[in-house]
């Protein structure tokens, strides 16, 4: 029973229910008779099962305030224990067919500090036909989408544990996910995601054990499961046919090594050294914080008893009092409350999505109604602003359901940097900032290519080797850097290096070799680097399997502008290199500025604005081969009629009687020539649909607050349009 139903039952039975309190005081009995459980848990377990066993023999008079206190101490277990770790269906042995005495020791059973040992043979295979869940989608795909989710963090872990072998939470969080995969997967009768699950799982029980650390081979060996468990869950949501599912190739050889990973060679070779671990006392202290499971620990191996048992035995305070505090300290702590959640279809959550969309545009319609306008009833004014701001909360709720934490994306790539740093035999440092930034989940799938290239190549081509980084006075070990962070609206997200940096002439030469530039054009130190993006252009001097073709950057541009986003580069050559990704928060909504040419309206993104200003008469020009020029503080800028571009009549021809729009992309601005700008305003993105081909230099469109539909314009596309 879980811990929270036994804490409710005991709470909610009757003191005359005398089944029922039989069942609530042997399962307490099995927690106190558990050797996975922490001596302090079993030792409230004991004080539990005694109050209810003195209930039961009409030794309390007060029977319904013993049985709420019984509720308080089940419930503060709850803080010392994790559900999951009680299982007593594998190597446990609680008391069954016998009843425990009516008078139970107070004193807690000794304390063990090693759990069962896991069963050597392979997991019991269960008594279910093969094909028994096939036609149970559901079942499977609640399966898959849980197992995702238990790898995933489990990854994380495992990488924690490189840095921190101690680290008890982490170590505990593996041995879930891996033991819980299991379980369902033996439910179900994935009989190898079952083995496999469980071999990995007695690894993990030896690191728990303290038998060995997962560092260095064994780590790689608990990765390695995680991957292949994760490729089997892969295969089994793609799976069509009947049937068991096809093994993959390399199963029965990591089950072998994971049996016996020591006559395959492994070990922990990249653990520390014994003469090199701090003490216990020493962590504490450095920390400047204790957790109550630190102070067990280190109780224990002084001998000493639990803080708890030991204040009950000095008559201080009752275990009811005890327990008490225990849920006082779990609420100032926060404890692992989080906030609930449920599963939703992201095609009902995008409908939801769309259908706020469309309620944000009739709003508008509506607000800049004319009849609405000429109203002076106050009131009406009153309901329709109530309503637009209603509205606009809704939308901003709406959108946040789109939005999801960075965090196991940058996870993702923590473990690419790990994977990558070995294969190269370069020590590489990496730090990630700001994961718990949110982005639009659509961006998120959007990001992962870039971010895997530019990664890539910082690993690869800008960290040198301990080697090199020794010669130059640097840290043998490298520093990569990934943050990221909000910023007028948009998500900022930094890739930084301390390696070599850029070579500019370096890459200037080859873009003059390979003819991306005139050989005598002079280029700022921003556009050189920018130039890394071309395709094919790669400076590296040999191709690995990792970079070096000169692709990578070139995939990183395009996926980057095709969400209306940006790259930024800087570097130092011998200090390391900054590359900065800037993009929306999402991609269904736009921030734009609203422009009139002629009876057309347009919308260009305020982030591809610069200014808008009448120019006057002097400052025109036309300059040979450049057409149209205006002088905007020292800088001659081109001038593109919005009119001619897309042949709208009956617009302003004068420069000087209309607006010009300043507008940059990717380092080159120019002016737009416009009759009028309508001011600011967000709308919701629409595709021209599917019978309309791209259109160059729109990137789609709106509607409008009075029903008419504006195309949002493509800043890069409208300057490729103006140079043909």
Known sequence: MALDALAAAAIGVEPDDKAEL????????????????????????????????????????????????????????QMLIDPDEVDFSEGETPVSGSEPQAEESTTPPESTEKDDEPEEAAAPEPDIEADSFEDDPELIAEFITEAMDHLQNSEAALLTLETDPEDEDSLNLVFRAFHTIKGTAGFLNLKSVQTLAHRAENLLDRARKGELQLVGGYADLALESADMLKQMTIDLEAKTEKGPLPDPENLDDLIKRLENPEDYGVSDTDSIAAEDVPRVGDI????????????????????????????????????????????????????????????????????????????????????????????????VAKNVAQMGKITRDLQDLSMSLRMVPLKHLFQKMVRLVRDLARKSGKQVNFVTEGEDTEIDRNMVELLGDPLIHMIRNAVDHGIESPEDRKAKGKNPVGTVTLRAYHTAG????????????????????????????????????????????????STA???????????????VRKNIEAIRGRVDVDSQIGKGSTFALKIPLTLAIIDGMLLRVGDEKYIISTLNVVRAFRPEKDALNTVTNRGEMVMLRG??????????????????????????????HEGQSCALLADELLGQQQVVIKTLGDGIKKVDGVSGAAILGDGHVGLILDVAGVMNIAHT
């Open 22 to 77: 039989n069942n609530i005081r042997t399962s307490l009995v099995e927690l106190k008779n558990s050797s996975k459980l922490p001596d302090e848990a079993r030792f409230l377990a004991s004080e539990a099962a005694n109050l209810i066993n003195e209930v039961i023999n009409g030794k309390k008079e007060d029977s319904s305030e013993t049985l709420a206190n019984v509720g308080q101490i089940i419930s503060s277990l």
């Open 284 to 379: 504490l202290v450095a920390q400047k914080t204790v957790t109550r499971r630190q102070v067990e620990k280190v109780a224990k191996e002084r001998g000493e008893k639990p803080i708890g048992e030991a204040i009950v035995e000095s008559g201080a305070a009752t275990t009811t009092d005890v327990a008490k505090a225990l849920r006082v300290q779990k609420k100032m702590g926060g404890g692992k409350i989080a906030d609930s959640s449920i599963r939703v279809s992201t095609k009902r959550l995008d409908g939801l999505i769309n259908m706020v969309g469309e309620l944000v545009i009739s709003q508008a319609m509506v607000e800049q109604n004319e009849w609405i306008i000429a109203q002076k009833d106050r009131s």
């Open 490 to 537: 948009n998500v900022v997200i930094e890739l930084l290096d301390d390696g070599k940096g850029l070579d500019r002439d370096k890459i200037l030469k080859k873009a003059v070799e390979n003819g991306l530039v005139p050989e005598n054009k002079e280029l700022s130190d921003s556009e050189v680097f920018k130039l890394i993006f071309a395709a094919g252009l």
């Open 541 to 555: 001097e040999k191709v690995t399997d990792v970079s070096g073709r000169g692709v990578g950057m070139d995939v």
């Open 635 to 664: 800088d001659l800028l081109p001038i593109y009629r919005l009119h001619e571009l897309f042949n709208v009549p009956d617009a302003i021809e004068e420069p000087t009687e209309a607006l010009l729009l300043v507008v940059e």
